[in-house]
């Protein structure tokens, strides 16, 4: 059996690793078009601000540690430009030499991952203006710092928006950030990213909402200057999109894979995609929400690794499903934690399905205990059944332990009711008896 995988990092090393876990015969080729097949995209902000000191800890691993430990051929530089699905062969471009080649497979991963939007702004491809996804854009970013870069506007309040602001705060930056939105993480209820929203101006993030930028320009001192809709101008030294991602689908669309609804691979609960010999897995495919059950994309590190394992599980003949997403997930707003799982309101309100929400605020443990500290939690269930759909918390200590417990329950299909029951881990540092 000859396996190719297309794309490296989350879902395409997991698949090619977890193959040759379970077949040590099949033949397995690699190909991803840059340099680096497996990294930790998102630890990039953290290295950007300091907290990863070292570059090298964001390679998981590297193309020789992967042929030497997994025994496959990996090839960096080298994009699989098209897909003769009929006749299983790809055309492969390698980017050092110029030329391009034909391979055959008898499986196909995808994993393309997800480009980063970049809406046609005029002079958004000026000087010092950047984006981050991959290490090379890292490096842009941390070179900008190392020749005096002191101001930064973040065009985006995302996961790497709020990641990027908070670093370069640390980094002794004045930060703007310009969001679409009238809120920021927008995963969260507007009444939970209030919390966000406060963190980030304590610490001197000055937040553009319900805004957005309609030119760049450079400055006669050589800074990026901003003008926004509502006609405000900013300036600074640098500016980092992250406005998001959109799904690399040009591929499976020209080789006649289905696309969703969502614009993303259709897959069936195997990752399959439309043809039997092609599976999809990551950024680029889209999944069916397990609350709503409507179709999602879920671009995050912990739902492609698993799609992953799942795919190649099915190639292996060990039949596996992917049980839809909840979208369980957490970030980091300097010192307060803001976490979800399950369906948040406006997401439940597109579904149109009844919900009632519940808003507690308590502490992280016991509050005789020395830096106990208030968690806010908000439970969103049906009103007909008690059954949970969602949860957010936000707080300074505790947030992660929480929403992973009512993750679970929205899992096994808990109510409110069965909640109470639950025989939670105690002791003062760590919790309340009650």
């Known amino acids: 059996m000859k396996v190719i995988i297309v794309g490296g990092v989350a879902g395409g090393a997991s698949a090619a690793a977890r193959l040759r876990r ?14 680096f097949i497996s990294f930790a995209n998102c630890g990039l902000p953290y290295h950007i601000g300091g907290a990863i000191e070292e570059r090298e800890a964001l390679l998981v691993q590297t193309p020789e540690n992967m042929t030497a430990r997994f025994n496959f051929a990996v090839k960096t530089f080298h994009e699989v430009v098209s897909i003769d699905a009929k006749n299983k062969k790809v055309s492969v471009k390698n980017w050092k030499s110029g030329n391009t080649f034909e391979d055959n ?28 996804r991959t290490i090379p854009d890292m490096d842009k970013i941390v070179a900008a710092m190392k020749k005096g870069a002191k101001s930064a506007i973040v065009v985006g309040g995302g996961f790497i928006g709020v990641e990027v602001a908070e670093n370069l705060i640390e980094k002794g930056f004045a ?20 919390f966000a929203h406060n963190e980030m101006k304590s610490h001197k993030i000055k937040l553009y909402l319900s805004d957005r930028v309609t030119e760049f320009k450079k400055t006669a001192g050589g800074k990026v200057s901003v003008t926004l809709a509502s006609g405000k101008a900013i300036e600074a030294d640098m500016a980092v999109l992250a406005i998001g991602v959109m799904p690399e689908v040009k591929l499976a669309k020209e080789a006649g894979l289905k696309i969703g609804e969502t614009g993303a691979i259709a897959v069936s609960e195997a990752m399959l995609t439309s043809d039997p010999s092609i599976y999809a897995v990551g950024d680029a495919v ?31 003949g060990i039949k596996s499903e992917y049980k839809d997403t909840q979208g369980t997930s957490i970030v980091k707003v300097f010192d307060l934690a803001c976490g979800a799982t399950g369906a948040s309101v406006p997401l439940l309100k597109r579904a149109n399905i009844a919900f009632k ?45 929480r929403i992973d417990v009512i993750a679970s329950a929205i899992r096994h299909g808990a109510t409110v009711h069965d909640l109470q029951d639950y025989e939670l881990a105690y002791a003062p540092p760590f919790g309340s008896a009650k």
């Not at 040590?24 to 991803?32: A, L, P, Q, S, V």
């Not at 991963?109 to 950047?130: H, Q, R, T, W």
């Not at 492609?304 to 099915?314: G, K, P």
């Not at 992280?364 to 949970?388: D, R």
């Open 22 to 35: 379970l077949d040590e015969k099949c033949e397995i080729t690699m190909y991803e078009r840059g340099e």
């Open 105 to 132: 497979y008898d499986y196909l991963v995808l994993s393309p991952g997800a480009a980063p939007i970049k809406p046609p702004i005029p002079g958004i491809d000026g000087e010092n203006i950047f984006m981050l």
């Open 175 to 194: 930060v703007s950030l310009v969001e679409m939105q009238d809120q920021v993480l927008t995963f969260l209820d507007p009444d939970m990213a209030a």
């Open 286 to 316: 889209e999944v069916t929400h397990f609350v709503t059950k409507t179709k999602i994309k879920i671009p995050l590190a912990g739902p492609a690794n698993r799609q992953a394992r799942i795919a190649v599980n099915n190639i292996c």
């Open 357 to 401: 929400t519940l808003t507690l605020h308590a502490g992280s443990h016991a509050g005789y205990y020395p830096y106990a500290y208030m968690v806010h939690l908000k439970l969103i269930y049906s009103p007909e059944t008690g059954k949970v759909l969602g949860a957010q918390a936000c707080g300074y200590d505790g947030v992660d332990k």
